[in-house]
């Protein structure tokens, strides 16, 4: 019974956003395992990405209504799934393994599962999460863009932030599990930015702390100066937004695997270097997190545009501004889903998967 429960949870889990794929190890089954007690794994297979209240999960699935409030409120505690608190009412839904579960393992992170996570990580999620839409987009730090060049509000952090009215600040995920294996990097731990009912949902389960718009933009120039990657949700209107590093982030090191990332990342610029300005420093090579730049014979800087992902961090630090960053052609050109329905149903396409629950296609 465990394995079998277990493994409809990761075949259900898979149909959701870049996947749950099954590892040959069984590593996968482990930490479902870990995570989900076994009615748990039988109620999350009830439930769909569309919020529901818990009378009718009760009342559709023919379980004791109490019961299912409770299990529902414990699950979200301990970052199964989703809950959000609209007026006098509670609604619940399911999540992906990433993002979902995963960075909602804030408070129940140990190093055990941290070992878990990395050897899946490593054995299948990694390779796997190349067939999908990537769920973070990388946006350029706002002082590398000229100031000619019009941006757009969804691919400027500072506007981004300025446009919400709830903010909460959470401990990265990433640099969590992998300071429990000890390698973890010196960059700063606290640059989650969670907005509207996911910030709500953060707070209730005491994964972050509230801040105002000025402190925002405060971390988001510190993290611009420790050289992260500034990455929102990949949609229009974000629910979050991260600050990721090579070493540690998911995210970027799926995408350090590929020979050519910025295929897979969204955004509509690249570096360039005017290779009469350049001095062959080297300091743009620090500050690089895909492996773009490499320095020439004659000591010239020179940007492998298939891997920069256009995040701006070598620009900004280019002492003789011989560093810029420039938009794509057209055809390469991206506009982002408008919100994270609309990018779960493009992404299940595009990986020829279902967001509707198994349970509800058996006859």
Known sequence: MMGTIYQELRKQIDQYSVGFPKAE????????KKLYTEEEAALFLDLSMQLEPPDSISSRTNRDLQNTTDMLETMAKNGLIFRKRKDDAVYFA????????????????????AQMVEEYFNESFFDNSKESIQPLRTIPVNRSIDVAQKVAPYADAREIIKSKDKIVIANCICRTQQKLLDNSCEKPLEVCFLFGSHAEYYLENNMARPIDQKEALAILDKCEEA??????????????????CGDC??????????????????????????????????LCLDRCQMGAIQISDDQISTINTDRCIGCGLCVTTCPEEALSLVEKPEDKQYKPPKNGMELMLKTAEKRGASLIPQSMTKS
Do not use: H
């Open 25 to 32: 190890s069984g590593v996968d089954l482990k930490i479902l």
């Open 94 to 113: 399911a999540i992906p393994f990433v993002i979902g579960s995963y960075e909602f393992q804030l408070n129940r992170m140990d190093k055990d599962l």
């Open 227 to 244: 050289g992260l990657v500034n990455q929102p949700a990949n949609m229009i209107n974000p629910g979050g937004m991260c600050n990721c």
């Open 249 to 282: 982030c998911a995210a970027l090191r799926a995408l350090n695997r590929l020979p050519n990332p910025a295929e897979r990342v969204t955004n509509n610029y690249w570096a360039e270097v005017d290779a009469d300005l350049c001095s062959g420093c080297e």
